[in-house]
């Protein structure tokens, strides 16, 4: 094989996009040659594609090597899992699935080693980030003590929500912004800094929008060397901040703006506090402005990765099997908060999964859709 047949399930925001960079020929090796949507209107833009209506029929064509699953996230297990068992190749949009349990069903169906399946994260190939996990990795900071993210420019309106009758339901999307929004960060949180440990969440529900829930979070978090963390998120604040913080034993990283600043400790922060024969004295600094390469917009590389992965065996920048683990830490935000109680990780996904399902059996949240404006939605992707 020299090229992918690449299929695409679900138009919507995404898919749409992900479909116009293939067609442009961003990504060499790949053809886009099938697509399928379950509303025909968003099958009918693309006359020179194979269409269907039902994603089975296009896994099931011979018409495509690998596909793109962009529905809502539910279904990502569910069409992962056919795809796999039909020996297509995935690259799946994060969240991979909605909770934990089915993140392990899903990862089960990749039994073939032959098939490569990778994850929508396409914020790793961000050149802040890479900076971010190459510094933390080399030692730079020495032992992590703290974390921070403050994350709370993911601002959206009400017609965002009312965009999409699946979107902020318990059983359409299974929680709110710790699922769409944040997936991201929380990915970037652990591909950075490691898996915490323990997680107290406090989730607000519909506390900015007619939703049913979480608009507004903070958690602390612990990782299994006692570094503490907070991480605040909301899709109802504007102007929002976007400030990731990390400390260690040689100073102190941190991303605002766009802009990445490294205070280093001439002498680590412990060893001074252990040496030091001033009471208030504190280690001398360097500032550091960091430089970096590369930013967005980044999705045609990791789809770009997943090919070369298929034909050239290349590393996956982001596998699939690495996606449950910010999907565990939103299910444990959020199971934190609705117990009112510290979790510990790994989390329990049964739980999880059934207090989901309480969740969904118990609403009465009526959901409105309208038809919202056309806009530019790759305003929505993270700076
Ligand atoms: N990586 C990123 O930056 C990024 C950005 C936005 C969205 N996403 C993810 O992409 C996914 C889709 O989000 P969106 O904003 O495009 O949603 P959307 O509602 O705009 O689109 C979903 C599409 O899936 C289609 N669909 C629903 N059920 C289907 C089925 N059974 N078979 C085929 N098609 C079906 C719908 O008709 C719709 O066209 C979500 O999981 C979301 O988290 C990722």
């Not at 996009?17 to 293939?22: E, P, Q, R, S, T």
């Not at 968003?42 to 090597?65: C, H, K, V, W």
């Not at 339901?169 to 949180?189: A, I, R, S």
Request: proline share 4%; aromatic share 10%; hydrophobic share 40%.
């Amino acid at each position: 094989m020299n090229k992918v047949r690449m299929g695409i399930v679900g138009l919507g925001n995404m898919g749409k996009f992900h479909a116009d960079y293939l067609l442009n020929h961003q990504v060499s090796r790949a053809e886009l040659t099938a697509v399928s949507d379950a509303i025909p209107a968003n099958l009918e833009r693309y006359p020179s594609l194979a269409t269907f209506a039902r994603s089975e029929d296009m896994i099931r064509s011979g018409l495509i090597d690998a596909v793109i699953i962009a529905t809502p996230h539910y279904l990502h297990t569910t069409i992962g899992i056919d795809a796999l068992e039909r020996g297509l190749h995935v690259l799946v949009e994060k969240p991979i699935s909605v909770h934990k349990a089915d993140c392990e069903r899903l990862l089960a169906a990749h039994k073939d080693p032959k098939l490569v399946f990778a994850a929508m994260f396409q914020l790793r190939t961000d050149g802040k980030f890479k900076k971010l996990k190459q510094l933390v990795s080399n030692g730079e900071l020495g032992e992590l003590f703290r974390v921070s993210w403050i994350i709370s420019d993911w601002y959206r309106t009400e017609a965002y929500y009312a965009s999409g009758g699946w979107r902020a339901t318990w059983k359409g999307e299974g929680g709110g912004v710790l699922l769409n929004q944040c997936p991201h960060n929380l990915d970037l949180m652990q591909w950075i800094c490691g898996r915490p440990s323990k997680v107290r969440g406090f989730c607000q529900l519909g506390r900015y929008h007619a939703i049913e829930v979480e608009d507004n979070v903070t958690a602390y978090l612990e990782w299994p060397n006692g570094a503490t963390g907070v991480f605040i998120t909301s899709t109802g604040e504007a102007p929002g901040t976007n400030r990731f913080e990390i400390c260690g034993d040689r100073g102190k990283l941190v991303l605002e703006q766009g802009k990445i600043t490294f205070t280093r400790n001439e002498i680590p922060m412990r060893e001074f506090s252990r040496t030091s024969k001033a009471g208030f004295a504190r280690p001398e600094v360097w500032n550091v402005d960091v430089p970096y390469e590369g930013t967005s917009p980044q999705h045609h590389e990791i789809t770009q990765n997943f090919v070369d992965a298929i034909l050239d065996g290349k590393p996956l920048i982001a596998p699939a099997a690495e996606g449950v683990y910010s999907v565990e830490m939103a299910n444990a935000m959020l199971y934190s908060a609705l117990i009112n109680d510290t979790v510990s990780l790994p989390l329990d996904g049964q739980a999880y999964e059934k207090k989901l399902n309480q969740l969904i059996a118990e609403s009465k949240f009526q959901k409105k859709t309208v038809q919202v404006t056309a806009e530019d939605f790759t305003k929505s992707f993270v700076k």
